[in-house]
């Protein structure tokens, strides 16, 4: 992986960029399945509960 480059916009809005080696459709289902999301979010031994999880423009993202 290559450094990230995080950005947050006016709207609140959270952009973050990375190389990663792997296929689009694997870094896809790994960011929009909460199953595997909560297996990689956070730094070892952080854990998830996603309360809502709504990718699409102006969906909610709420997660404990």
């Given at each position: ?5 995080i ?10 960029s990375r ?46």
């Amino acid at each position: 992986m290559t450094s990230a480059i995080i950005s947050t916009t006016p709207d609140c809005e959270i952009v973050s960029s990375r190389i990663v080696n792997a296929s689009r459709e694997i870094v896809y289902t790994a960011w929009t399945d909460p199953e595997h999301l909560k297996n990689w979010w956070g730094p070892t031994g952080f854990t998830n509960t996603f309360n809502e999880f709504d990718l699409r423009p102006g969906g909610k993202w709420s997660f404990i």
